[in-house]
Protein backbone atom coordinates (compact mmCIF):
# COMPACT_ATOMS: atom_id res chain seq x y z
CA UNK A 1 0.00 0.00 0.00
CA UNK A 2 1.36 3.05 -0.98
CA UNK A 3 0.14 6.81 -0.69
CA UNK A 4 1.92 9.56 -2.97
CA UNK A 5 1.35 13.25 -2.25
CA UNK A 6 2.15 15.81 -4.69
CA UNK A 7 1.77 18.77 -1.83
CA UNK A 8 4.49 18.30 0.72
CA UNK A 9 6.58 21.30 -1.11
CA UNK A 10 8.61 22.86 2.62
CA UNK A 11 12.04 23.15 2.04
CA UNK A 12 12.15 21.95 -1.93
CA UNK A 13 14.86 23.74 -4.21
CA UNK A 14 13.94 25.21 -7.21
CA UNK A 15 10.88 26.27 -7.57
CA UNK A 16 12.05 29.85 -7.98
CA UNK A 17 10.87 33.54 -6.92
CA UNK A 18 7.85 34.35 -5.27
CA UNK A 19 5.60 36.63 -7.82
CA UNK A 20 3.97 39.70 -5.46
CA UNK A 21 0.37 40.52 -6.12
CA UNK A 22 -1.69 43.82 -5.41
CA UNK A 23 -4.49 42.83 -2.65
CA UNK A 24 -7.72 42.27 -4.50
CA UNK A 25 -6.94 40.45 -6.88
CA UNK A 26 -8.80 37.33 -5.81
CA UNK A 27 -9.52 35.70 -9.36
CA UNK A 28 -7.80 35.53 -12.94
CA UNK A 29 -10.41 33.65 -15.09
CA UNK A 30 -14.06 33.57 -15.18
CA UNK A 31 -14.44 29.73 -14.24
CA UNK A 32 -12.06 30.83 -11.09
CA UNK A 33 -14.98 32.09 -8.84
CA UNK A 34 -17.62 29.67 -10.00
CA UNK A 35 -15.12 26.36 -9.22
CA UNK A 36 -14.49 28.29 -5.86
CA UNK A 37 -18.06 28.18 -5.32
CA UNK A 38 -18.83 25.02 -6.56
CA UNK A 39 -16.15 23.60 -4.14
CA UNK A 40 -17.53 25.44 -1.15
CA UNK A 41 -21.08 24.31 -1.94
CA UNK A 42 -20.08 20.61 -2.29
CA UNK A 43 -18.01 20.02 0.78
CA UNK A 44 -21.61 21.85 2.47
CA UNK A 45 -23.51 18.94 0.86
CA UNK A 46 -21.11 16.69 3.89
CA UNK A 47 -20.53 14.07 1.34
CA UNK A 48 -17.11 14.49 2.27
CA UNK A 49 -14.94 16.51 4.84
CA UNK A 50 -12.02 18.58 4.24
CA UNK A 51 -9.53 15.98 5.05
CA UNK A 52 -10.65 14.04 2.40
CA UNK A 53 -10.69 16.81 0.23
CA UNK A 54 -7.16 17.53 0.81
CA UNK A 55 -6.35 13.79 0.13
CA UNK A 56 -8.30 14.24 -3.40
CA UNK A 57 -6.00 17.40 -4.29
CA UNK A 58 -2.38 16.40 -3.29
CA UNK A 59 -2.70 13.03 -4.67
CA UNK A 60 -3.64 14.24 -8.38
CA UNK A 61 -0.57 12.97 -10.69
CA UNK A 62 -0.53 15.95 -12.37
CA UNK A 63 -0.99 17.72 -9.01
CA UNK A 64 2.45 19.74 -10.24
CA UNK A 65 1.51 21.23 -13.40
CA UNK A 66 -2.17 22.25 -12.51
CA UNK A 67 -3.05 25.49 -11.20
CA UNK A 68 -4.47 26.39 -7.96
CA UNK A 69 -8.29 26.39 -9.03
CA UNK A 70 -7.44 23.63 -11.65
CA UNK A 71 -6.39 21.44 -8.83
CA UNK A 72 -9.73 22.16 -7.09
CA UNK A 73 -11.69 21.29 -10.04
CA UNK A 74 -9.92 18.32 -10.10
CA UNK A 75 -10.37 16.90 -6.83
CA UNK A 76 -14.03 17.78 -6.56
CA UNK A 77 -14.14 15.85 -9.76
CA UNK A 78 -12.67 13.18 -8.30
CA UNK A 79 -14.84 13.11 -4.66
CA UNK A 80 -17.73 13.07 -6.57
CA UNK A 81 -16.30 10.23 -9.17
CA UNK A 82 -15.52 8.18 -6.29
CA UNK A 83 -18.84 8.55 -4.24
CA UNK A 84 -20.82 7.81 -8.12
CA UNK A 85 -22.26 11.61 -8.02
CA UNK A 86 -21.13 12.36 -11.11
CA UNK A 87 -19.99 10.41 -14.31
CA UNK A 88 -17.02 11.81 -16.84
CA UNK A 89 -19.54 11.39 -19.27
CA UNK A 90 -22.30 13.83 -17.57
CA UNK A 91 -19.05 16.41 -17.99
CA UNK A 92 -18.73 15.82 -21.69
CA UNK A 93 -22.88 15.88 -22.36
CA UNK A 94 -23.40 19.32 -19.54
CA UNK A 95 -26.09 17.91 -18.21
CA UNK A 96 -27.08 14.98 -15.67
CA UNK A 97 -26.80 11.70 -17.21
CA UNK A 98 -27.59 9.54 -14.06
CA UNK A 99 -29.63 9.86 -11.09
CA UNK A 100 -28.51 11.96 -7.92
CA UNK A 101 -27.39 10.33 -4.60
CA UNK A 102 -28.81 11.94 -1.70
CA UNK A 103 -27.03 14.25 0.04
CA UNK A 104 -27.01 15.46 3.94
CA UNK A 105 -27.56 18.96 3.25
CA UNK A 106 -27.90 21.62 0.30
CA UNK A 107 -26.49 25.10 1.14
CA UNK A 108 -28.98 27.84 0.13
CA UNK A 109 -28.30 31.21 -0.32
CA UNK A 110 -30.27 32.51 1.97
CA UNK A 111 -27.90 30.40 4.38
CA UNK A 112 -24.47 30.69 3.62
CA UNK A 113 -24.06 33.54 5.96
CA UNK A 114 -24.43 31.40 8.37
CA UNK A 115 -22.89 28.58 7.37
CA UNK A 116 -20.04 30.29 6.72
CA UNK A 117 -19.89 32.21 9.86
CA UNK A 118 -20.31 28.92 11.96
CA UNK A 119 -17.14 27.03 10.15
CA UNK A 120 -16.43 23.70 11.17
CA UNK A 121 -14.29 23.92 15.00
CA UNK A 122 -12.46 20.67 15.17
CA UNK A 123 -11.43 21.64 19.16
CA UNK A 124 -12.83 18.68 20.69
CA UNK A 125 -13.44 18.28 24.28
CA UNK A 126 -10.46 16.13 26.10
CA UNK A 127 -10.63 12.46 26.47
CA UNK A 128 -7.40 12.15 28.46
CA UNK A 129 -4.05 14.25 30.11
CA UNK A 130 -1.53 15.22 27.28
CA UNK A 131 1.70 13.36 26.89
CA UNK A 132 3.46 16.65 26.51
CA UNK A 133 4.07 19.94 27.90
CA UNK A 134 5.29 23.26 26.86
CA UNK A 135 9.50 23.08 27.06
CA UNK A 136 9.14 19.47 26.44
CA UNK A 137 11.86 17.88 23.28
CA UNK A 138 10.09 15.91 21.01
CA UNK A 139 11.17 14.05 17.98
CA UNK A 140 8.73 14.48 14.78
CA UNK A 141 8.26 10.55 13.98
CA UNK A 142 10.10 9.11 10.49
CA UNK A 143 8.10 6.49 9.23
CA UNK A 144 6.98 8.00 5.53
CA UNK A 145 3.14 8.01 6.11
CA UNK A 146 1.07 5.26 4.00
CA UNK A 147 -2.27 7.91 4.12
CA UNK A 148 -2.84 11.60 4.35
CA UNK A 149 -1.15 13.18 7.07
CA UNK A 150 0.09 16.65 7.98
CA UNK A 151 3.36 16.43 9.27
CA UNK A 152 5.51 17.63 6.77
CA UNK A 153 8.67 15.62 5.57
CA UNK A 154 11.14 18.40 6.26
CA UNK A 155 10.30 17.88 10.06
CA UNK A 156 10.30 14.06 10.14
CA UNK A 157 12.76 12.25 12.23
CA UNK A 158 13.86 15.91 13.83
CA UNK A 159 13.63 17.18 16.88
CA UNK A 160 11.94 20.22 18.25
CA UNK A 161 10.32 21.53 21.77
CA UNK A 162 6.89 21.68 22.28
CA UNK A 163 5.78 25.20 22.15
CA UNK A 164 2.38 25.39 22.54
CA UNK A 165 -0.53 22.60 23.93
CA UNK A 166 -4.15 23.54 21.99
CA UNK A 167 -6.37 19.97 23.22
CA UNK A 168 -7.55 18.29 21.19
CA UNK A 169 -8.66 18.05 18.15
CA UNK A 170 -9.97 16.47 15.01
CA UNK A 171 -7.13 14.25 14.10
CA UNK A 172 -6.41 14.55 10.08
CA UNK A 173 -5.08 11.55 9.43
CA UNK A 174 -8.46 9.10 10.51
CA UNK A 175 -10.68 12.05 9.47
CA UNK A 176 -9.60 11.93 5.66
CA UNK A 177 -9.78 8.03 5.96
CA UNK A 178 -13.32 8.25 6.83
CA UNK A 179 -12.25 6.38 10.34
CA UNK A 180 -13.91 9.40 12.63
CA UNK A 181 -12.76 12.18 14.22
CA UNK A 182 -10.06 9.85 16.89
CA UNK A 183 -9.34 13.22 18.38
CA UNK A 184 -6.07 13.72 19.21
CA UNK A 185 -3.67 16.43 21.72
CA UNK A 186 -2.78 18.99 18.96
CA UNK A 187 0.64 21.20 19.65
CA UNK A 188 3.13 23.89 18.18
CA UNK A 189 6.56 22.42 18.43
CA UNK A 190 9.06 24.54 16.84
CA UNK A 191 12.62 23.41 15.10
CA UNK A 192 15.31 25.43 14.92
CA UNK A 193 15.67 25.59 11.17
CA UNK A 194 19.26 24.84 10.99
CA UNK A 195 18.47 21.31 12.83
CA UNK A 196 16.14 21.31 9.49
CA UNK A 197 18.56 22.29 6.51
CA UNK A 198 22.05 22.42 6.92
CA UNK A 199 22.31 25.88 4.67
CA UNK A 200 19.49 27.82 6.89
CA UNK A 201 20.59 30.88 8.42
CA UNK A 202 20.69 31.17 12.40
CA UNK A 203 18.57 32.89 14.40
CA UNK A 204 15.52 31.56 12.15
CA UNK A 205 13.13 28.76 13.81
CA UNK A 206 9.78 26.92 11.78
CA UNK A 207 6.76 26.33 13.82
CA UNK A 208 4.39 23.21 12.63
CA UNK A 209 1.24 22.15 14.24
CA UNK A 210 1.38 18.19 15.15
CA UNK A 211 -1.08 16.05 16.33
CA UNK A 212 0.56 13.60 19.14
CA UNK A 213 0.88 10.58 17.25
CA UNK A 214 3.14 12.50 15.17
CA UNK A 215 5.63 13.05 18.25
CA UNK A 216 7.72 10.39 20.17
CA UNK A 217 10.77 10.78 22.86
CA UNK A 218 13.80 12.36 21.39
CA UNK B 1 5.60 34.58 -23.19
CA UNK B 2 5.51 33.91 -27.28
CA UNK B 3 2.32 34.00 -29.05
CA UNK B 4 2.16 30.32 -28.85
CA UNK B 5 2.31 30.50 -24.79
CA UNK B 6 -0.61 32.88 -25.11
CA UNK B 7 -2.53 30.68 -27.55
CA UNK B 8 -2.29 27.77 -25.40
CA UNK B 9 -3.03 29.61 -22.14
CA UNK B 10 -6.22 30.79 -24.26
CA UNK B 11 -7.11 27.41 -25.25
CA UNK B 12 -6.74 26.44 -21.86
CA UNK B 13 -9.00 28.72 -19.97
CA UNK B 14 -11.61 28.03 -22.59
CA UNK B 15 -11.41 24.45 -21.97
CA UNK B 16 -11.59 25.48 -18.34
CA UNK B 17 -14.99 27.62 -18.60
CA UNK B 18 -16.53 24.27 -20.63
CA UNK B 19 -15.67 22.31 -17.67
CA UNK B 20 -16.67 23.87 -14.27
CA UNK B 21 -19.85 25.49 -16.64
CA UNK B 22 -20.68 21.74 -17.31
CA UNK B 23 -20.30 20.95 -13.66
CA UNK B 24 -22.31 23.60 -12.29
CA UNK B 25 -25.09 22.51 -15.24
CA UNK B 26 -25.02 19.06 -13.88
CA UNK B 27 -24.69 19.60 -10.09
CA UNK B 28 -27.74 21.77 -10.25
CA UNK B 29 -30.26 19.31 -12.10
CA UNK B 30 -29.01 17.06 -9.58
CA UNK B 31 -29.67 19.07 -6.87
CA UNK B 32 -26.70 18.89 -5.28
CA UNK B 33 -26.24 22.77 -5.26
CA UNK B 34 -28.81 26.36 -5.59
CA UNK B 35 -26.89 28.63 -8.08
CA UNK B 36 -27.83 31.88 -6.18
CA UNK B 37 -25.87 29.95 -3.29
CA UNK B 38 -22.69 30.23 -5.28
CA UNK B 39 -23.44 33.71 -6.25
CA UNK B 40 -23.72 34.67 -2.58
CA UNK B 41 -20.75 32.99 -2.05
CA UNK B 42 -18.26 34.52 -4.44
CA UNK B 43 -20.04 38.01 -3.80
CA UNK B 44 -19.14 37.44 0.39
CA UNK B 45 -15.07 36.83 -0.46
CA UNK B 46 -15.03 39.86 -2.85
CA UNK B 47 -16.80 42.60 -1.10
CA UNK B 48 -17.24 41.53 2.80
CA UNK B 49 -14.92 39.19 4.04
CA UNK B 50 -11.38 40.37 2.90
CA UNK B 51 -7.57 41.71 4.28
CA UNK B 52 -9.62 44.94 5.50
CA UNK B 53 -10.88 43.17 8.78
CA UNK B 54 -7.70 41.99 9.45
CA UNK B 55 -5.82 45.57 9.06
CA UNK B 56 -9.21 46.54 11.86
CA UNK B 57 -8.01 43.61 14.13
CA UNK B 58 -4.26 44.95 14.08
CA UNK B 59 -5.18 49.02 14.39
CA UNK B 60 -8.03 48.05 17.18
CA UNK B 61 -4.62 45.93 18.86
CA UNK B 62 -2.31 48.89 18.25
CA UNK B 63 -4.81 51.46 20.39
CA UNK B 64 -6.44 49.23 22.90
CA UNK B 65 -3.65 47.62 25.49
CA UNK B 66 -6.53 45.31 26.39
CA UNK B 67 -7.00 43.95 23.02
CA UNK B 68 -3.79 44.05 22.42
CA UNK B 69 -3.20 41.21 25.80
CA UNK B 70 -6.22 39.72 24.25
CA UNK B 71 -5.81 39.14 21.46
CA UNK B 72 -2.39 37.26 21.99
CA UNK B 73 -3.96 35.43 24.71
CA UNK B 74 -7.37 34.10 23.22
CA UNK B 75 -7.08 35.59 19.09
CA UNK B 76 -10.38 33.77 18.30
CA UNK B 77 -12.10 35.15 20.68
CA UNK B 78 -10.90 38.47 20.63
CA UNK B 79 -11.38 38.74 16.99
CA UNK B 80 -14.98 37.29 17.30
CA UNK B 81 -15.61 40.02 19.11
CA UNK B 82 -15.08 42.44 16.43
CA UNK B 83 -17.61 40.19 14.17
CA UNK B 84 -15.08 38.07 12.62
CA UNK B 85 -15.35 34.02 12.67
CA UNK B 86 -16.13 31.15 10.99
CA UNK B 87 -14.62 29.26 8.05
CA UNK B 88 -11.13 28.80 8.16
CA UNK B 89 -10.59 30.95 11.42
CA UNK B 90 -12.14 28.52 13.74
CA UNK B 91 -9.05 29.03 15.71
CA UNK B 92 -7.13 31.80 15.45
CA UNK B 93 -3.84 32.08 16.82
CA UNK B 94 -1.81 35.44 16.88
CA UNK B 95 1.90 36.36 16.58
CA UNK B 96 3.45 39.76 17.40
CA UNK B 97 6.11 41.46 15.27
CA UNK B 98 8.73 43.33 17.61
CA UNK B 99 11.78 45.03 16.91
CA UNK B 100 13.87 41.42 17.24
CA UNK B 101 11.65 39.44 16.40
CA UNK B 102 9.71 38.70 12.82
CA UNK B 103 6.61 36.31 11.65
CA UNK B 104 6.01 34.62 8.58
CA UNK B 105 2.99 32.78 7.69
CA UNK B 106 3.15 29.48 5.51
CA UNK B 107 0.84 26.53 4.78
CA UNK B 108 3.19 24.46 2.63
CA UNK B 109 1.14 20.97 2.25
CA UNK B 110 -1.79 23.44 1.01
CA UNK B 111 -3.13 26.80 1.30
CA UNK B 112 -4.71 27.11 4.47
CA UNK B 113 -5.39 30.97 5.58
CA UNK B 114 -6.87 33.23 8.02
CA UNK B 115 -10.21 33.60 5.68
CA UNK B 116 -12.24 35.76 8.04
CA UNK B 117 -9.59 38.26 8.83
CA UNK B 118 -7.87 38.24 5.14
CA UNK B 119 -9.87 36.93 2.85
CA UNK B 120 -8.93 34.08 0.64
CA UNK B 121 -5.14 33.80 -0.22
CA UNK B 122 -3.08 35.80 -3.13
CA UNK B 123 -1.84 33.39 -5.28
CA UNK B 124 1.90 33.41 -4.50
CA UNK B 125 0.54 32.07 -1.05
CA UNK B 126 -0.65 29.23 -2.71
CA UNK B 127 2.46 28.76 -5.36
CA UNK B 128 5.15 26.61 -5.07
CA UNK B 129 7.72 29.22 -4.89
CA UNK B 130 6.62 30.15 -1.74
CA UNK B 131 5.36 27.10 -0.17
CA UNK B 132 8.76 25.77 -1.18
CA UNK B 133 11.19 28.24 -0.03
CA UNK B 134 8.99 30.18 3.19
CA UNK B 135 10.05 27.82 5.76
CA UNK B 136 13.57 27.19 4.34
CA UNK B 137 14.70 30.55 3.31
CA UNK B 138 12.35 33.63 4.79
CA UNK B 139 15.06 36.29 4.34
CA UNK B 140 15.25 34.89 0.61
CA UNK B 141 11.21 35.32 0.16
CA UNK B 142 11.15 38.68 2.05
CA UNK B 143 13.46 39.94 -0.44
CA UNK B 144 11.58 39.14 -3.19
CA UNK B 145 8.97 41.34 -1.63
CA UNK B 146 11.42 44.22 -1.29
CA UNK B 147 11.95 43.47 2.18
CA UNK B 148 15.21 43.53 4.16
CA UNK B 149 15.34 43.29 7.70
CA UNK B 150 18.56 43.06 10.07
CA UNK B 151 20.35 40.29 10.32
CA UNK B 152 19.58 39.99 14.28
CA UNK B 153 15.93 40.19 14.23
CA UNK B 154 15.19 36.43 14.73
CA UNK B 155 12.67 35.03 12.15
CA UNK B 156 9.82 32.47 13.23
CA UNK B 157 7.98 31.33 10.41
CA UNK B 158 4.67 29.55 10.96
CA UNK B 159 3.68 26.10 8.97
CA UNK B 160 -0.15 26.07 9.51
CA UNK B 161 -0.53 22.43 9.23
CA UNK B 162 -3.44 21.79 11.21
CA UNK B 163 -6.59 23.98 11.22
CA UNK B 164 -4.96 26.80 13.47
CA UNK B 165 -5.14 30.06 11.07
CA UNK B 166 -2.03 32.35 11.98
CA UNK B 167 -2.84 36.08 11.68
CA UNK B 168 0.92 38.13 12.43
CA UNK B 169 -0.12 41.19 13.99
CA UNK B 170 2.68 43.52 12.46
CA UNK B 171 4.79 46.34 14.39
CA UNK B 172 2.43 50.52 15.23
CA UNK B 173 5.21 52.15 12.39
CA UNK B 174 6.65 55.37 14.47
CA UNK B 175 5.81 58.67 13.47
CA UNK B 176 1.32 57.70 13.51
CA UNK B 177 1.33 58.61 17.60
CA UNK B 178 -1.76 61.26 16.26
CA UNK B 179 -3.35 58.91 14.10
CA UNK B 180 -7.10 57.22 15.33
CA UNK B 181 -8.10 53.65 14.84
CA UNK B 182 -9.65 54.17 11.19
CA UNK B 183 -6.72 55.88 10.04
CA UNK B 184 -4.45 53.45 11.24
CA UNK B 185 -6.32 50.16 10.02
CA UNK B 186 -5.77 52.30 6.49
CA UNK B 187 -1.92 51.43 6.82
CA UNK B 188 -2.01 47.90 7.15
CA UNK B 189 -1.83 45.86 4.08
CA UNK B 190 -2.46 41.79 3.64
CA UNK B 191 0.94 41.13 3.32
CA UNK B 192 1.90 42.30 6.94
CA UNK B 193 -0.37 40.30 8.54
CA UNK B 194 1.31 37.27 6.32
CA UNK B 195 4.64 38.97 7.19
CA UNK B 196 5.98 39.56 3.87
CA UNK B 197 5.78 43.37 4.22
CA UNK B 198 6.39 45.41 7.20
CA UNK B 199 3.79 48.41 7.77
CA UNK B 200 5.12 51.82 6.93
CA UNK B 201 4.25 55.51 8.13
CA UNK B 202 2.50 57.64 5.49
CA UNK B 203 4.15 59.73 3.32
CA UNK B 204 4.13 63.35 4.80
Known amino acids: MSYVTHADLGGQRGHGTVVPEPEGELFHAEWEPRAFALTLAMGATRAWNLDMSRAARETLPDYATLSYYEIWVAGLQRLLQERGMLDDAEIVAARALLPPVAVARVLAAANVESVLAAGAPTARPATMAPRWHVGDRVRAVSEVSIHHTRLPGYVRGKCGVIERAHGMHVFADAHAQGLGEQQQWLYTVSFTAIDLWPDAAPGHTVAVDAWEPYLEAP | ?204
Open chain 2, 1 to 204: MSLHDHEHEHSELGEMDLRVRALESVLTQKGYIDPAALDRLIDTYQTRIGPRNGARVVARAWVDVEFHEWLLRDATAAIASMGYAGRQGEHMQVVANSPRRHNLVVCTLCSCYPWPVLGLPPTWYKSAPYRSRAVRDPRGVLADFGVALDDEVEIRVWDSTAELRYLVLPERPAGTESMDEAALASLVTRDSMIGTALVNKPAA
